[in-house]
Structure formats: C-alpha cells, structure tokens
C-alpha cells in the first residue's frame, strides 16, 4: 500500500505546474505517450473520487470492473490496466478516460434490460481507450501549454460526464477550440462500435444487443429536442447509419440466447433501494413480488431485504431473506447480505466460522472484507484483521475503505504512527490532500521510528508539492 502511494503522490508531484494542472510536456507533439494518457487519467479519477457523484459501493464497482475484464480479454489491448467505477448519476450515461478508466453512470445500469445491453456500451468505452481516440483528440491540436492540453482533458471529460457543466471547465481556454473535439468524430464512433461488437461476442455476449439498446434510445427520444436529449446521445451522437452499420454486422453473426448474470440483476436491485426512500422501497419491491411479478424475483427479493433494513426491519429482513438462503452459497452479493442478516441477529453462534468459510468462497468480494474485519476488531482480534488487510490491499490499493479499517486495526494495536498514516492515505485517495498532510505530520509525532519517519518526510515533501499546485478550492480539508 505505501509504495502505491508514494508512486501516486510522486506522479502528482512530478506533473503538477505552477497553475495546477499537469505538465504534459511539449504541447507541440503529435500523439500522447501511453505515460502521459495514464496521467491524464489518473489524475481525472482522482478529482472524481473527491467529488460526491462518485459511488463508493465495493459491490457495484467490483460487478463493473469482473464485467469490463471480460471484454477487455477480447479487446486490441488485452493486457492493459482498466479501471470501472460507478457514478451516481441518473442520466443515461458512460464515458472514458485516457489510461484506461471508464466511468458508469447508475441510470445506464437501470436503463439497460441486458446484461449484454450494459457491456455492448461498456466494450465501446473500452474501444475508445484501446484506440486512443480521447488522446488523439486531445494531441490532435496545436497548443501553446501543456496546461492547455491538461485542461483540455478535464474540459472533454465535463463534457462527456455532464454536457452542462462543461463550460466551467472551459475556462482559460478557448471555447471555439474545445467546443469542436466535445463530440467524437463519426469515424472514432463507428470504430468503437465495430471493435465493441467484436468484444462482445468473443466474450459470450449478445452482439445483437448493441443496435437494440441504440435503436430503443433513439425511438425514445425522437420526439425530444436537442437540448433534452439523454446524455449518452448527445455524447455519443446515435444516427441511422451508426444503426445500419452495426446492424448490418450483428446480421452475420447467428442469434443466441445470452442469459444475464445473477450479479447483473442483484446489482440493479440494490441501485434501486439506494435510490428509493425505505418505504419507496418495500412498496416497489413488495410489488414485484406480488401477484403481477415482474423482473428477476431473486434480485426483487433481494431489494426488498436491503429496503426493510434500511428501514430498521431486521427481523421482518432476516424472514424475508429465508427463500434466498440457499442461493447464497453459490453468490457473494447475496453472501454478504446474509452475513450481515446474522450480525443483526447477534445470536449466530458460528459468525466467525461463517465469515471465514464466506471470504475462502469468494476471497476477493471487499463487501465480505470489510464485514469480516469489522466483526474481528469488535471482537478485539486485531492481528486477525491485519493480516486480511494486508493480503487485500495488494489487490485494491487505491481502497479508501481499506485503508480506514487499517487506521482502525493498527489503533486497536497501539500503533499509533501506523494508525494516523493509514487515515492520511484513506483521506489522500477521498481527495482531501490538505486533512491528510495534517494526519502524516500526526503520525510524525507519535513516537520515533526512523524507516518510517523518513518514508512519512518523503510522503509530506509530495503531497505538499501537489498542494502548492492545486487551487485553493480544491485542496480539501
């Protein structure tokens, strides 16, 4: 975890120019190294984590990125790095990073009535990073700065994350110039759909569902005018030929029935109760389960579980979850909501056994992770949690919630210095830079060990330095 951060604060540090904004190098050059793309990336993911859109649900950015790394297997870059994470955002809407991250906006999931439906836009957003289509928009013009060329970037992703607060992140650059490269060119498009179409059936997916989910966008919004568009159209410009072409390819590939993933419609249901109020909830779902059913009745069942317990039902919840039982063995979102039905209950004598059993099953579900450990430092069984943090952050180093039962851990154990280290991490990644210099020059105080005393001086040096660079309304606190 440390080496994570010092490599991250090093690249903010190493690109930060005196306007806060990264230093691309020469403004004049043709194309982007695939270094600069994942700084501009990274640094991207970074302000949007900071800000409160970003949902931080393990479970629902574990199920994009296990969805996105199957495609990215069939992509032209099968080896690179992708990051997929969740916005909690209504409007129908993906967009891509440089560098391989690719945000997805919760009202894409709802919208979506396939699994094959969410992963043909996802395999179009992987396309665009495969292909390099944001970095060549961005190198293909000529600017005086390579602040220019970073506030481009921030400018196309307001743009495509939100059309209308793209002009804020236009300031300080001309607008005509950016206004220009807000939308791909018919032939970026074009590309990215064929090599998505590609993706999806190499993949196991329905091809079929990529002209489907665009024809069903474009008969929706016919009668809607160009401002009130939904935000994946007007990004993302859906014409008849678009249409024609990829339905003219899916043709020559045979039709077969793709049935969705369990995980797809759990998640789905979850996006509902959090979007809903508790009796919102229960109403919805106790709907779909009733008479008229509809949707899949595991994930509707599932819904309403996390709705009565939202709604301080526990035992209405644990009774309710009985029909599901045996399905959670073979699924973690439904594993970790037993889990959690149990502690509720407080009268499983074999928790720990079947914390333990759960996080062999699927070691890598964080949801499960973070339950487990908090259950053994309530038990004040701290070298237990450490040893699963440790193992963990390997695979999720960018982890805030991690990182926070760390700070935990390690202040069950007395360990002071480690403990206040730990928290300026978590706070570091949540994008609030100024409240964890505060923490590391803390942990500086409590006690002297001189290895981590100097990583802590190393670690205060950069984070000042990207400090210094950013401007004051975003240095967090």
Known sequence: MKKTVIALLSLFAGIACADGLPDLGDASQDTLSPQMERQIGQQSLFEIRADKSYLDDAEVNDYLNQLGDQLVAYSTEPGRDFEFFAINNNAINAFALPGGFVGVNTGLVLTAQSESELASVMGHEIAHVTQHHIARLISGQKYDTAASIAAMALALLAARSNPQAAQA???????????????????????????????????????????????????????????????????????????????????????????????????????????????????????????????????????????????????????????????????????????????????????????????????????????????????????????????ESASHPSDVRLYELQARTYAAMNKLKESHRAHAYALMWDGKLAAAVEQLEIAKRNGTDYHQDAAIDSELKLLREVLLAQPQKRRGG
Request: charged residues 20%; aromatic residues 8%; positive net charge.
């Open 169 to 391: 992140a236009m300031v300080g650059v001309q607008a005509n110039a950016i206004q220009r490269q807000l939308d791909f060119t018919r032939s970026y498009e074009q590309e990215a759909d064929r090599l998505g179409v590609t993706m999806l059936q190499k993949a196991g997916f329905d091809p079929h569902a990529m002209p489907i989910f665009f024809e069903r966008m474009q008969r929706a919004t016919r009668l809607l005018d160009n401002t009130t568009l939904p935000t994946y159209l007007r990004t993302h410009p859906v014409t008849n030929e678009r249409i024609a072409d990829i339905g003219n390819r899916v043709q020559q590939i045979p039709y077969k029935l793709v049935a969705d993933s369990l995980s797809f419609h759990l998640v789905r249901a979850k996006l509902l109760a959090m979007q809903k109020t508790p009796q919102e909830g229960i109403a919805y779902f106790t709907a779909a389960l009733g008479p008229q059913r509809f949707g899949n009745q595991t994930a509707q069942r599932y819904g309403l579980v996390l709705a009565l317990l939202r709604n301080n039902q526990s035992a209405q919840a644990a009774q309710e979850f009985v029909p599901l039982a045996k399905q959670a063995q073979h699924n973690p979102m439904l594993l970790t909501l037993s889990g959690q039905l149990k502690r509720y209950g407080k009268e499983d004598k074999n928790l720990f056994a079947f914390y333990r059993n759960a996080t062999q099953a699927f070691p890598h579900h964080r949801a499960l992770l973070y339950d487990y450990i908090a259950l053994l430092l309530d038990a004040k069984r701290p070298q237990e949690a450490l040893k699963l943090l440790e193992e």
